[in-house]
């Protein structure tokens, strides 16, 4: 089973909704899916659990942290749902190392019955991203093209607790960053420019899906994105013709994402 963790330390970039798709589109590509959500506002839960696709847990995602011994169901896309004991994990800094020994050997216990686990984390950087990111094969970066999220691409790798850096270097060798992925994407002059700036600082962390100088994994902003989230459906199996083109405008970055994830014996993200 391979482990890709969303996370960014700034919210509203459309995290959840990029978890939301990618969940479905691996089942939807016949790989076992483990969905987990350690943000306690349920962004991710929501939309799968209604979508009806995702078997449900027993459980909360805070049972991972505070069990090593939780079953999940045998199913081929289950989802282990936010619950509100998320909140209270931070607040108990003895047990932090337990809970993410635990929460390692929670996802251990389930290596062979999936292919792909898919993590949505929460914005703070506290004890959830921690235990995520100490498990995780790869994470990827949703992130808003403006100069608040440009700023914050230090933090994302250097942060003294939860920096991609420090986890690798002190907690987890093997994390892979595969990269940055700009969400909500816009063709205005003003995103054009930020865009422009994001390659010219930070191009060896984003996503190359093509020849171009400009080339890169990107999510649109389309409202049948938003609808979709909303209103738990699938995007490319809605009835409009805005959400067909708004998948179009995803494929190749999912395809380059799931290239890279599901490689066998050969990982390409960049080494934080």
């Not at 909500?184 to 054009?192: G, H, I, K, S, W």
């Not at 990107?218 to 049948?224: E, L, N, Q, T, V």
């Not at 959400?243 to 999912?254: C, G, L, M, Y």
Request: aromatic share 6%; glycine share 6%.
């Amino acid at each position: 089973m391979k482990t890709l963790v969303l996370a960014n330390q700034k919210g509203g970039v459309g995290k959840s909704a990029v978890a939301t798709l990618l969940a479905h589109y691996f089942a939807q590509q016949g790989q076992r899916v483990l969905a987990i959500d350690l943000d306690h506002q349920g962004n991710f839960s929501k939309p799968l659990r209604r979508s009806g696709r995702a078997e449900l847990a027993n459980v909360g995602a805070d049972a991972l942290m505070i069990s090593s011994a939780t079953l999940l169901p045998t199913k081929p896309f289950v989802l282990v749902p936010s619950a509100a004991g998320l909140l209270g994990l931070e607040r108990q800094p003895a047990l932090h190392n337990p809970f993410a020994r635990n929460f390692r050997a929670a996802l251990a216990a389930v290596n062979a019955q999936f292919d792909l686990c898919i993590i949505d984390t929460n914005p703070n950087p506290d004890i959830r991203l921690i235990a995520a990111l100490a498990s995780a094969d790869f994470v990827l970066s949703p992130i808003q093209l403006n100069q608040e999220a440009l700023d914050g691409v230090g933090a994302l790798l250097n942060h003294e607790r939860v920096g991609i850096r420090k986890i690798k270097a002190v907690l987890n060798p093997k994390l892979k960053l595969i990269g940055l992925l700009p969400t909500l994407v816009e063709p205005t002059p003003f995103q054009r420019s930020n865009f422009a700036q994001l390659i010219q600082q930070y191009k060896p962390l984003l996503i190359p899906v093509g020849s171009g100088p400009g080339d890169f994994a990107f999510i649109p902003k389309r409202s049948a994105i938003a609808e979709a989230q909303a209103n738990a459906e699938v995007l490319w199996e809605m009835k409009k013709t805005a959400a067909r083109d708004a998948w179009k405008e995803i494929v190749p970055s999912f395809e380059k994402i799931s290239g890279i994830v599901l490689s066998a014996g050969e990982h390409h993200g960049l080494a934080a």
